[in-house]
């Protein structure tokens, strides 16, 4: 990107479960650029815990990534944002409203981020917007046998759009999101899932 366009990208680092240090972690971006416009949580854990097994580590990492994480995130640039008029949006899922068998914690982790997008909605405005996608199938992924070959096969089938989606759906959703064109929506959950929400 800075062959590109020099100068125009970043990155900072940190460990989004140590929430003592996301201030910093803001700090370091409105250091770097001057400003902040957006906020884009899109980090998170995903595997199975199906009741029975569920303990506090797999707690603390999917409600870690999926929800505690996107809240201290927001507070720390919520003062940022209100002063550039900016906006944030978060990754959801369609299992936020449809939980997921045997993937208790995140789904439940998930439906409190799209708690907390409503809410924030409502703490933010009227300066800054806050909404959230929800993606459905989306590239499967590379690691971790959570659906059989089967399995993936009928939720494919049951995409109306015919196919599953690849990240640039959901970029341009989360773009069109953070811009001036949907400068009139906010603490709204836009399924980016091919309609299989609806199916």
Not at 12 to 27: G, N, S, T
Not at 42 to 58: E, K, M, Q, R, V
């Amino acid at each position: 990107l800075n062959q590109i366009r020099p100068g125009s990208a970043d990155t900072v680092q940190a460990d989004l479960l140590d929430i003592d240090r996301l201030p910093a972690l803001v700090e370091a971006c409105v250091l770097r650029f001057g400003r902040l416009d957006g906020l884009v949580n899109n980090a998170s854990s995903f595997f199975a815990t199906p009741l029975g097994t569920i303990d506090s580590a797999a707690w603390h990492d999917l409600m870690g990534s999926n929800l505690q994480a996107p809240l201290f995130l927001a507070q720390a640039a919520a003062p940022h944002l209100t002063a550039s008029g900016g906006a944030i949006v978060g990754l959801i899922d369609i299992h936020a409203e449809r939980p997921l068998k045997d993937f208790v914690v995140y789904s439940l982790a998930k439906a409190g981020h799209a708690q907390l997008i409503r809410a924030l909605a409502l703490e933010l405005a009227p300066h800054v917007r806050v909404n959230g996608v929800a993606p459905g199938t989306n590239v499967w992924p590379e690691r971790g046998a959570h659906f059989s070959a089967a399995e993936r096969a009928a939720i494919e089938a049951s995409i109306p759009l015919g196919r599953v989606g690849v990240p640039a759906d959901l970029a341009r959703a989360v773009a069109w999101l953070l811009s001036d064109q949907a400068a009139y929506v906010t603490g709204q959950i836009l399924a980016v899932d091919g309609g299989r929400s609806v199916a």
